[in-house]
Structure formats: C-alpha cells, structure tokens
C-alpha cells in the first residue's frame, strides 16, 4: 500500500486476502449535531491511528525528520487533510440510517489534525444532504472490507434533547460469518472477491430524543 495516497485510495488498492483481521486500527469519536426542533443536521468525526500507520504516513509525506514522533507547524500543516482527499464513490467509512434508509452526507470538511507522541489524530464534519428527524437515527464506522478497524471508543456527544446508546458488534457472531462466507467460496476466489463483512464488526450507535 502507498501510504501517501488518500487514506481512501489507498485502503481500495490493498488486497484483503483471506486474512479475517484488521491492518490498521482507527479509534473513532463522534459528535452529533441536531438543531433545537430534534433534526439530525451533522456529524463530526473524529479518527486517531494507531502508532504503525502514523509513522508510514510520516515516512510517506517525509515528516518528523527528528524522529521525535512531534511535528512543527509547517509538518502539521502539510498533513492537515490528508485523510479527505477521497476517490470518487468513498463513503467515508461513515454511515448513517434511518429506519433502514441510509442517510446521504456531504463532503468531510477539515476540522483539526494533531500529532502526539507519534499518533495522528483527525477531525472532520460532514453535513446531511437533507436533515432529519434525529430519533431512531443509527450511525456505524467501518470500512466495508475490513481491513481498517474502527472502535467507537474515543467519545460521544449528542446535542439537544438526545442520547445516544452505543451497541458493541458481537465478535463471535462476526468471525462465524466470515468463516461461513470464505467456506461458500472456491479457495481461488478468497483473494480478488473477499466478502464486505466490515458492518459485521462495527459499534452501532442509535440516537434517542425526548
């Protein structure tokens, strides 16, 4: 994988494999936005990587020459938004629902990107291409091949009269399916058609309003 490619990119050229695990780990927080009448109107994002992959990115993008896992300010600025730049037909590994129609967002505009101790951490906001009625809304981060792990354990925040409840992914019940699928599979398929199981190990978050 070339890391210096857009985080999207670069996740849609890397071949899964038959290797039911994650290669990049992705603490995820999340604030939601809903207006005073209970209409869901953004999403803010926030993703912080693992220790492995800021480095690739740093050697990639030729920062932190000092190896002090911090970046000046001219560094920091080169890597703001490096993780928007997104091909065209990427959801972001973001997805909203409501009442089982997925929820249409806007583009990710850049909100913070800060360095420390080695890792990257990244926020960004994306709007509703229509707001809706916040209750009942379900959010999910993950990327639908699974070969970035997403975990809702970074915050979150729900504005207005609504709370959220998160629901972590029943593991035993994902890698049961996973093993299913690649069973159904000829062997010589796993590699170039490796089934979308990334949903399958995602935290749900349902929002609620009074």
Known sequence: MKIALPIATAFSL?????????????NTGLTV???????????????????????????????????????????????QGFDLQWSEGYEGDSYLT??????????????LTEVSNGQ???????????????????????????????????GLEVSGDCKGEITPPDLNAAYSMVEELLYSMPASQTNDAYPEVGEAFADVVRLSCE
């Open 33 to 79: 936005i809903i207006s005073t009448a209970g209409q869901l109107e953004a999403v803010e994002i926030t993703w912080a990587y693992d220790e492995f992959y800021s480095l690739l990115i740093f050697e990639d993008l030729a920062l932190d020459a000092d190896f002090d896992g911090e970046l000046t300010q001219q560094e920091l600025d080169k890597l």
């Open 14 to 26: 890397v071949p899964v494999g038959a290797n039911a695990h994650p290669h990049i780990f992705v």
């Open 120 to 154: 990257i951490t990244t926020r960004h906001r994306r709007e509703l291409a229509q707001p809706v009625s916040a209750d009942g809304v379900v959010f999910r981060a993950y990327d639908p091949t699974y070969y970035t792990a997403y975990t809702l354990n970074q």
């Open 98 to 111: 409501s009442n089982g129609v997925k929820l249409a967002l806007g583009a990710g505009e850049h909100l």
